[in-house]
């Protein structure tokens, strides 16, 4: 059995619902009322909730799940029983209710429509109110020996893995494949997103982009051995705004470097304006002395050839990560800082004299 609990403001239509022809089954207790109709339910109720003008939420709506194999070992007398300890325990007892019994779907079910407001104008708490309402059907399942649905869903969820191993095992080789490839071009920026994308594409992975009704892009998808995975359950740096912010180079590194000599700002200037650059103008005109291209001859090589195969995959990814340039402009900094400088000396000078 599992119970949920939630604060509503349509009780009209809550119990116009409830008790609709079609999914109405059998009426089980009608508790401080006197009336048994919907509409007369609701007026018998709203006098009672009117003594309260504050409240909004005047009603609550309750939900009783019964287990396909406990239907059978409940008859209308023992679900009557059911829904008064339910609202017993829920702290009812002085308010209004009506319960209910559900037939529309392939489990049966009971639905407990209840004034917030008690005959004494009190509010009922619904400070986690769903959380207590699963708490009190746990308790009721155990006591009348039903089942109970945490264990059935963590059986469910054990069988699950159990059978289907191969998807579990496509899972973990999918898993392997993307955070190696992750930790080697993180941070990379553009050349390294291409080469990840390419080698992807190399091992047989796939991404593609769930887009929802307004053409939004919400989330990746990846697809092996025709398997296809979630981002969540690959892992949390695989999401599509997580991904993006893997490969955003850092500033941090290149800060804490001592050997930088900062050029004329005339060639800072000169620096085309680009839409899409990783590296800010200001970075690009900063030189290392006995600097030696080690690192960023091999990349640019092999970007050359690589980049070109990964531009059809950026187009079918289209903005699926865009790096963006941050930190600050170092040159301009260390310009004005030295302009700064030099005119403090003169003002002490100055004084001097």
Same mark, same amino acid.
């Given at each position: 059995?599992?119970?949920?609990?939630?604060?509503?403001?349509?009780?009209?239509?809550?119990?116009?619902?409830?008790?609709?022809?079609?999914?109405?089954?059998?009426?089980?207790?009608?508790?401080?009322?006197?009336? $048994? /109709?919907? !509409? #007369?339910?609701?007026?018998?109720? =709203?006098?009672?909730?009117?003594?309260?003008?504050?409240?909004?939420?005047?009603?609550?709506?309750?939900?009783?799940?019964?287990?396909?194999?406990?239907?059978?070992?409940?008859?209308?007398?023992?679900?009557?029983?059911?829904?008064?300890l339910f609202a017993r325990q829920m702290g009812l007892g002085n308010h209004q209710w009506v319960a209910v019994t559900h037939k529309d779907t392939d489990n049966m079910h009971i639905h407990i429509i209840a004034n917030r407001i008690s005959?004494?104008?009190?509010?009922?708490?619904?400070?986690?109110?769903?959380?207590?309402?699963?708490?009190?059907?746990?308790?009721?399942?155990?006591?009348?020996?039903?089942?109970?649905? $945490? /264990?059935? !869903? #963590?059986?469910?969820?054990?069988? =699950?893995?159990?059978t289907n191993p191969t998807r579990e095992q496509t899972k973990q080789q999918v898993q392997k494949i993307c955070y190696a490839l992750l930790d080697k071009y993180k941070g990379t920026g553009i050349t390294g997103h291409s080469m990840f994308l390419y080698e992807l594409n190399k091992n047989n992975i796939a991404i593609e982009r769930m887009k929802n009704k307004q053409g939004n892009v919400y989330g990746l998808k990846f697809s092996y051995c025709g398997q296809t995975f979630k981002a969540s359950e690959i892992g949390r740096e695989f999401g599509y705004h997580s991904l993006q912010k893997n490969f955003e180079t850092t500033n941090k590194e290149e800060s804490r470097k001592p050997h930088l000599t900062v050029q004329e700002p005339t060639e800072r200037k000169e620096q085309p304006d680009t839409g899409y650059q990783l590296v800010p103008p200001s970075r690009s005109s900063i030189s290392r002395d006995n600097d030696t291209p080690r690192m960023q001859n091999p990349i640019s090589t092999v970007a050359d050839t690589i980049v070109s195969a990964a531009d059809e995959l950026m187009e079918g990814l289209g903005d699926l990560?865009?790096?963006?340039?941050?930190?600050?402009?170092?040159?301009?900094?260390?310009?004005?800082?030295?302009?700064?400088?030099?005119?403090?000396?003169?003002?002490?000078?100055?004084?001097?004299?």
């Open positions: 059995m599992i119970g949920k609990c939630k604060a509503i403001a349509h009780g009209s239509t809550a119990l116009d619902y409830i008790f609709m022809e079609g999914k109405l089954g059998s009426r089980l207790a009608f508790h401080n009322l006197c009336s $048994r /109709e919907p !509409k #007369a339910i609701y007026e018998e109720m =709203k006098v009672v909730s009117d003594y309260n003008t504050r409240c909004r939420n005047k009603f609550l709506r309750i939900e009783i799940g019964i287990a396909p194999q406990d239907e059978k070992r409940l008859p209308v007398s023992e679900l009557m029983g059911i829904a008064h005959l004494y104008g009190e509010v009922y708490d619904t400070t986690f109110v769903s959380n207590r309402a699963a708490r009190v059907a746990e308790e009721i399942s155990r006591e009348k020996g039903l089942t109970i649905a $945490r /264990e059935i !869903k #963590a059986e469910r969820k054990h069988q =699950k893995a159990k990560i865009t790096p963006t340039a941050q930190g600050d402009d170092y040159a301009e900094t260390a310009w004005q800082r030295k302009l700064r400088n030099q005119a403090n000396r003169k003002k002490k000078r100055g004084r001097g004299l």
